[in-house]
């Protein structure tokens, strides 16, 4: 396989090349292979060579290994508890908001009936057309009760990249561009011709930017 | 702990090892020695008690010993596992057989710049190993001491590179040089015995730099002044200046040391 040679990599297989000493003729065997990290070996095994040689320093504690691997197993702790952090945010992070409808076990029009929307309007929810800081609370609370999610990780997610419009499978002629100008919420529910009128004066209840929002 | 589907599969038809990924410079996949292969497949299948009880053999000469590289391997399977008390029993071993090794090479540093050098070194070997999304950590699970020397090495640099900024053991050469030019004094590339290389190296530490680094490679490790191979690293070069420069620089290292024997009471070495 080709790949990029990393320093990493040529440091890792110096040190197994070398042995426990540094020895200038690897060296100078090393550099004539990978001219490009000449100063890093020569850094590198500089230093290894002070290492291996220095006496110690005066005045310095002893340290049992007892001290030692209790430090370093506080390191490990440390680790795997920022790990699991790391892992359990990637667990709640949206990457596609129709995917985490499937796992959480709801159909489309499941979920917009439980939200008291559409399923066209859930859909530019979903493809990002719809500006996120129109988007209520009320909803984006509701979408965290049904998708077990975060509040932080839905409004997340609707502040990604636009997708594409929903018109635009129809229009083959050129490419089609990402929606620049997102929709606002309350304007989508005005225009939606799928909801029952009781559950767009719900929704635009909370226009006005502002007083129920 | 988060589980990872792809990561939870246990090994089906038989015992089949966790792959390697990583690609060695000549492109092909790092490959465990077979030892290691041998190892990891007789414990893999005992509970984890009796896998940490072999972990803890401190002996290589018996048949149950198991080499560093199959404990990292055993680490990532437990935490896969999500068995976190065996996951740290592990990690308690490896760090028993090799946190001695770290602390030693960074003795020549004070102490504070010793114990994080020694805390870096924990969390560049840990950091991969833990980590098992990733498979940057497969090189432990190959050649465990050479990467453990590869990350001291690391962070001694760092290291030994800040307590000599905090030294105020420095010479300036030029100034150094114009004095000793007035004076005429000769340079000469003093030879050492193999006597004087083992007790001279109790002083190094005296000794102020760059002039302490040019002795050590000078008379460590064979390093020559200047060099006639171009491809041979020479310390004129390493330190970009003439090789007079440097033959005073390991003059006025011999005149250190020749006053710091006589303060030991003991001859000068000649």
């Known amino acids: ?213 | 702990m988060a589980r990872h589907p792809e990561l939870t599969q246990p090994p089906k038809g038989g015992i089949k090892l966790r792959p390697l990924k990583h690609r060695a410079l000549d492109g092909s996949l790092y490959q465990r020695d077979q030892k290691v292969e041998e190892q990891i497949i007789s414990v893999i299948l005992l509970d984890a008690s009796s896998v940490i009880k072999r972990a803890k053999i401190r002996s290589k000469g018996s048949p149950d010993f198991l080499k560093e590289e199959v404990i990292v391997y055993l680490i990532r399977e437990y935490l896969i596992r999500q068995d976190k008390a065996t996951v740290g029993a592990l990690c308690e071993i490896l760090f028993r057989r090799c946190s001695s090794y770290i602390k030693y090479k960074f003795l020549s540093l004070d102490d504070a710049l010793s114990e994080q050098a020694f805390s870096e070194v924990i969390r560049d070997v840990m950091d991969p190993i833990l980590d098992i999304k990733d498979n940057n950590g497969d090189y432990f699970q190959v050649r465990f001491w050479s990467g453990l020397r590869r990350k001291t090495i690391d962070a001694g640099r760092k290291y030994y590179t800040e307590q000599k900024k905090r030294a105020k053991k420095t010479i300036n050469d030029e100034e150094d040089m114009a004095i000793h030019d007035k004076i005429g004094e000769e340079i000469q590339d003093t030879a050492l015995s193999a006597e004087d290389i083992i007790f001279c190296r109790q002083a190094l530490n005296i000794l102020p730099e760059p002039i302490r680094t040019a002795f050590v490679l000078r008379y460590y490790h064979g390093w020559q002044i200047e060099s006639d191979d171009p491809e041979m690293e020479s310390i004129s070069d390493y330190f970009g200046k003439t090789s007079r420069t440097i033959r005073h620089w390991l003059t006025q290292a011999h005149k250190i040391l020749r006053k710091w024997h006589r303060g030991e009471g003991k001859e000068p070495y000649s």
């Open chain 1, 1 to 213: 396989m080709n790949k990029e040679i990393q320093l990493e990599d040529v440091l890792d297989a110096y040190v197994e090349a070398t042995g426990e000493t540094p020895d200038r003729i690897i060296l100078r065997e090393w550099i004539r292979r990978y001219p490009k990290f000449r100063r890093e070996l020569i850094e590198f095994t500089v230093q290894w060579s002070l290492m291996e040689t220095l006496p110690p320093s005066e005045g310095t504690k002893a340290v049992n290994e007892d001290t030692l691997v209790l430090r370093a197993m506080s390191i490990v702790s440390d680790r795997l508890h920022a790990l699991d952090l790391r892992d359990r945010a990637e667990e709640l992070e949206i990457s596609d908001l129709l995917e985490e409808i499937k796992k959480a076990g709801l159909k489309i029009n499941n979920l917009a009936k439980q939200c008291d929307l559409s399923t066209a309007i859930i859909t530019k929810l979903a493809k990002r057309l719809i500006e996120p800081t129109s988007i209520p609370e009320r909803l984006i609370d509701c979408l965290c009760s049904l998708l077990q999610k975060k509040p932080e990780n839905i409004r997340e997610y609707f502040q990604g990249a636009a997708g594409w419009p929903l018109s635009v499978r129809y229009c083959a002629i050129a490419p089609p561009e990402p929606q620049e100008e997102r929709e606002n919420f309350f304007d989508a529910i005005r225009r939606e011709r799928t909801m029952d009128e009781k559950q767009r004066q719900l929704w635009l209840s909370y226009d006005t930017r502002g007083t129920n929002r």
